[in-house]
């Protein structure tokens, strides 16, 4: 009898197949743990003047304040729910950095300082926090309209919805995209496999953020996915799959403005995983990390997070220091100081107003209820 043919053999050998998974997505990096440049032309490619390194560590240390005081404030009843961002920023920030005021921004409910970075006044954040109307209200101090939806707590479902508008903007033929975040566990959900299915059979001008920070709530990546990477799956929608360290925000960025371009010019959509780690809890509602991860971990990920490295490149570089990031730090807290003041005297969230809120048209149902309400003064 005839050998089976090495094509053949090959197919059928599993093992292999799943090591060739494991390889296929090496992880694209710019500066390392220490802050150092690992690829000159990466970083040339990037394209960044020293302005927007600026930016991009102001926007990053915005993010970092507000965690901070909306952690405090929420301990203390002042503020709402609130998902830390810690360790995340340049996932975050970085990202967005990429894109202009006229694409859309689709956040999850740990997206909050994207959306501050598009211009959406903190004090709004704070009311969306409290569950107020007025935080579902997307306009700047202004009155100009911010291009993002309203944070979706549905995980996943973002994705569908970033499909949808990019398609939108596509036959409209706007010079937009629409960007979408995630987390390693929404990339378990239904939506998220429809949208980039969806997304990449009608080339749509999307750009998909897995943010992939190691646990979803308190299941931690091993358990949500046999997959040896998030970014695997957008293969299976025939769409260009990256995966990115998270906490270098050079790399974050260039690939985020790579992904964009390539979107905008009619390509279709990319899906970037960008490797983070949630370095707090998972919301201000009280889950304790230390039930379901060890602490050495989460020291090993704090000596890895995005400031450090950044700031340690821009010192080197002579564009930053430690006086520049104090008065920074305390210009942010003079205007969360500020923002906390202005959502504290907007009028408490009414009943009646919580359901006129919830459709355009409200139901008949609906309408008695607002009726009842209101004659009660609620
Ligand atoms: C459809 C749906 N199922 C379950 C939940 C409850 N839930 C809220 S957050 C969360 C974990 C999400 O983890 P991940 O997508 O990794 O994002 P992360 O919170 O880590 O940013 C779950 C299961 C939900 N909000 N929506």
Request: aromatic fraction near 10%.
């Amino acid at each position: 009898m005839a050998d089976i043919t090495v094509n053949n053999e090959t197919i059928l050998d599993f093992t292999k197949q799943l090591k060739a998974q494991n390889d296929m997505f090496p992880v694209l990096s710019i500066l390392n743990n220490n802050g150092d440049i690992v690829d000159e032309e990466a970083l040339k490619r990037a394209n960044l003047s020293d302005d927007d390194l600026i930016n991009i560590m102001k926007r990053m240390l915005l993010s970092r304040q507000l965690n901070i005081r909306s952690t405090k404030l929420a301990k203390q009843g002042r503020f709402g729910f609130f998902a830390p961002t810690a360790g995340q920023e340049a996932s975050q920030m970085a990202s967005s950095y990429a894109f202009n005021h006229d694409d859309w921004l689709m956040p999850g409910y740990r997206d909050i300082p994207q959306i501050v970075a598009k211009g959406w006044p903190i004090w709004k954040a704070i009311l969306w926090s409290r569950g107020h109307a007025l935080g579902n209200e997307f306009t700047t101090e202004e009155g100009e309209p911010v291009n993002s939806w309203m944070p979706q707590i549905i995980i996943g479902a973002q994705y569908v919805e970033a499909t949808g508008i990019a398609l939108g903007l596509k036959k409209r033929q706007k010079d937009a995209v629409a960007y979408a975040y995630t987390g390693e566990g929404g990339s378990s959900q239904g939506d998220f496999y429809e949208a980039i299915n969806f997304a990449g059979a009608y080339k749509a001008n999307a750009v998909f953020f897995v943010q992939n920070n190691g646990y979803a709530i308190s299941t931690p990546r091993a358990l949500q996915t046999a997959a040896p990477h998030l970014a695997a799956k957008g293969w299976a929608a025939g769409v260009p799959s990256v995966v990115v360290d998270g906490n270098d925000p050079l790399a974050v960025y260039l690939v985020a403005k790579e992904a964009r371009a390539w979107a905008i010019s009619g390509n279709g959509p990319v899906l970037i995983e960008t490797l983070t780690n949630r370095l707090e809890a998972h919301s201000t509602a009280g889950d304790d990390p230390l039930r379901y991860r060890k602490q050495e971990d989460i020291d090993a990920w704090w000596k890895k997070e995005p400031l450090i490295r950044m700031r340690q490149f821009m010192t080197e570089k002579s564009i930053w220091d430690e006086d520049k990031e104090n008065t920074y730090i305390s210009e942010v807290n003079t205007l969360i100081d500020e923002q906390i003041k202005i959502a504290d005297k907007v009028d408490k969230q009414k009943i009646s107003n919580f359901i006129k809120n919830t459709l355009e048209v409200p139901g008949y149902a609906m309408k008695e209820q607002i009726a009842k309400f209101e004659s009660e003064g609620k």
